[in-house]
């Protein structure tokens, strides 16, 4: 790896920890796969998250989302379910999606320094069943993006 304005470049994860150690057993054991009762009152009350995808080549891309508070779905402790709502038209994100199903999200109530994190694996859908509950001023979603959760954990 080089870079054209330095040559003092970590390569490693082993230079990485020498830096900053290792983290505690407490910080790794509030990673899972599951929500819990507290996060989902987080994702309940978040009126905003961040959507991070990349493409198959791995270009990145981080989109935002929002909506009233407690927008997304929360379809059982390991399934969210986030309405697609009409913007630009671009749909780097919905594309990225197609190609690549590894998603990150980042929850965000303004005001709480807290965040919620999750990453898992998304897929498109336009089950209507689904996503009639995400109707906002009597408008339904068409399309959806439902997410597994692999990992899930607050950050502060």
Known sequence: MTHRLTTKLLSTEAELRSLLGEPTPLVCAKVTN????LTRRFIEASPFLCLATSDASGRCDVSPRGDPR????????????????????????LRNLLANPHVGL????????DTFRVNGRAVLTTDAELLAPCAVEGKVPTLGILVDVEEAYTQC
């Open 106 to 113: 980042l929850f965000v109530i303004p005001g709480v320094d």
């Open 34 to 37: 599951r929500l819990n009762p």
């Open 70 to 93: 407690g927008f997304e779905r929360i379809l059982d402790d390991a399934t969210l379910l986030i309405p697609e709502r009409p913007g630009n038209r671009l749909a780097d994100s």
